[in-house]
């Protein structure tokens, strides 16, 4: 019985190795994105003179994922393993926003929470869509943000500025590389646009 018991101790453990082997010998192959939308325009010529800070984007539940987002016909949506952002969405387009707003020259500075400095107005967002569409013949990336600036130096926080942006933008292929180029092409003219809006609009007083 004792030497049973240490042939099949014996034989657990060599196909364990060979598990080991086998799937050391073919590593899964998992890819890592990061939508950074490059701004191009020259800086703003007369900046608001005040700060502004802007806090951490939400997002919807169904895209707050690091996996690729696909949906298909019917509502069919799935999100795929092997293809994802390096950090969440909300996480990422935080950081690229207030690196776009800074880059803009719109405002004085532009800070994050935890900032001494006391802000002028308050910028919040939130991540409605980011997924890849492939319900028709021709896939496309589709991006849905929308924004709030805040007045907090007022009795009510008074909302002194609202915009909600969408972009549907052809795939060249439909492959996880081209989606995630589609979608930096999305978020760039949502960034541009938001800062066309915020430079015309009347912030304060």
Not at 16 to 27: N, W
Not at 35 to 64: E, G, H, M, Q
Not at 70 to 77: D, F, L, N, Q, S
Not at 101 to 113: K, T
Request: charged share 20%.
């Amino acid at each position: 019985m004792k030497r049973y018991a240490i042939l099949t101790a014996m034989l657990i453990a060599a196909l364990a190795a060979s598990a080991c082997v086998k799937l050391g010998a073919q590593p899964l192959d998992r890819r890592f994105y990061q939508i950074s939308p490059a701004r191009t325009a020259p800086r703003v010529d007369a900046p608001k003179d005040f700060v502004l800070l802007v806090r951490r984007l939400s997002a919807s539940d169904l895209y707050n994922t690091r996996e690729l987002v696909y949906r298909g016909a019917e509502g069919h949506i799935e999100s795929d393993f092997y293809n994802k952002f390096f950090v969440p969405p909300s996480n990422m387009l935080t950081t690229e926003l207030r690196r776009w707003l800074s880059a803009s020259g719109l405002f004085r500075h532009v800070i994050e929470p935890g900032s001494m400095i006391v802000p002028g107005l308050t910028l919040e967002g939130t991540i409605n869509a980011l997924y890849g569409d492939y319900s028709t013949a021709q896939p496309a990336a589709v991006v849905e943000m929308q924004f709030f600036a805040v007045d907090e130096s007022t009795q009510d926080n008074a909302i002194v500025f609202s915009g909600s942006y969408k972009e549907r933008i052809p795939m060249s292929s439909p492959t996880p590389d081209a989606l995630v180029q589609a979608m930096t092409l999305a978020v760039r003219n949502i960034f541009a646009n938001l800062e066309t809006d915020m430079a015309a609009a009347p912030l304060k007083n």
